[in-house]
């Protein structure tokens, strides 16, 4: 689910105060054009609930791993060089790092954390009347424009369509891309359109091939129509409650109702494009995710390659710990907003399925001569 990003941070400063939530939030003028559109709050080490009972070693070990991208390397410099010859992990972050909590101009400190999971599919390189959905890979006559070199104001946005008459229109939908014969390669044809749909939301998945092998699959693009959940939209006709819905109640509901199946999945006009991949799911990064270590973020407020803290609850456990913004997602929208990769399997489907907890995020930035 995966955009070109520059990376952007805006600092805020603020004189000593033991408690961070009752201070104002403002922006730093000398560093505003680095995160334009995030509020930060600085914090402390000790502000960061059970930073105490992190496992230090593990997080410096996924430092390391985030710094072969060059996204972390612009936003961490040295830092990721230090980072290998390190012997105290906890010292070197405690020592090297600031947190700022993150806000958002109305002063808002809690957002919403959900979870996804590596997608697990039957399907074969063949169709037959089992294997039956397509999944495609990029169409060819898919254009994707980036206007930003005539419009900066734009360097966020990208135009997608197709070339029809020397003009660009809207590419296909979902409901228009099953009438109309896409222009792309089939990677292989799974035996579900329901588990295709949400190989779509996950981004990424496993593949069993009906021969056997196994084979990774990951995002590449998608139609360039804005991403729609269905969750809402059963909500909405009324077959599912506000709070009850998961994707396990709508797979159920789906199940139950196979005539309107196709009536709730092309509500999301969205469509997904992938590519063949040799490692497990990878994301807009370009680094395989770790369970649990791994987010997906908005990168309008978020920069890409960033190390952040979180505090939340998973089956109404407490869930603090640091965590890697290697991730995006056409769903995750705002700053105080993530997408937990809890790994592939029955159980992560599971948690994920059902995950929604309210949420708390520090990002990590480096200490600067005036925090000395």
């Known amino acids: 689910m995966k955009y070109f990003f520059t990376l952007l941070l805006t600092i805020i400063l603020f004189t000593s105060c033991s408690n961070e939530d009752k201070r104002p939030i403002e922006k730093a003028k000398k560093l505003s054009s680095l995160l334009p559109n995030t509020y930060l709050l600085k914090s402390t080490f000790n502000n960061l609930p059970n930073f105490n009972n992190e496992d230090y070693l593990d997080v410096l070990n996924g430092f390391i791993n985030n710094c072969k991208t060059s996204k972390a390397k612009k936003l961490y410099g040295e830092l990721c060089k230090n980072s290998e010859n390190i012997t105290d992990a906890k010292y070197f972050l405690m020592s090297n790092f600031i947190p700022y909590m993150i806000s958002t101009k109305e002063t808002k400190r809690e957002g919403l954390l959900t979870g996804y999971y590596e997608a697990q599919l039957n399907a074969s390189l063949k169709k037959s009347s089992k ?30 369509g197709r070339l029809v008459d020397q003009k660009i229109v809207p590419y296909d939908t979902r409901s228009q891309s099953k009438k109309n014969k896409v222009n792309a390669n089939i990677i292989c044809y799974c035996d579900s359109k329901v588990e295709k749909f949400f190989l779509e939301i996950q981004g990424s998945g496993k593949v069993k091939l009906e021969n056997n092998t196994t084979i990774y699959i990951g995002y590449d693009n998608q139609n360039g129509h804005k991403y729609r959940a269905i969750g809402r939209y059963l909500v909405k006709i009324g077959a599912l409650k506000l709070e009850n819905v998961s994707l396990q109640s709508i797979k159920q509901w789906l199940q139950k109702n196979p005539s309107r199946v196709d009536e709730v999945l092309n509500y999301n006009k969205s469509l997904v494009y992938f590519k063949q991949r040799t490692q497990g799911a990878t994301g807009a990064l370009g680094l395989e995710l770790t369970s649990k270590r791994s987010i997906a973020i ?15 609850k998973i089956k109404n456990k407490d869930f603090s710990r640091v965590v890697f913004a290697q991730d995006t997602g056409g769903a995750i929208k705002g700053a105080i907003r993530a997408d937990l990769f809890l790994g592939s399997g029955d159980n ?19 200490k600067r001569e005036e925090d000395l």
């Open 131 to 160: 294997y039956n959905y397509p999944i495609y890979e990029t169409p060819k006559d898919l254009i994707v424009v980036d206007l930003s070199s005539i419009y900066p104001e734009l360097k966020r946005l990208r135009l997608r």
């Open 298 to 312: 908005d990168r309008k407020y978020i920069p890409l390659g960033s190390m952040v803290y979180m505090n939340a």
């Open 348 to 366: 992560a489907l599971e948690v994920a399925g059902s995950l929604k907890s309210t949420l708390k995020l520090w990002i990590l930035l480096p």
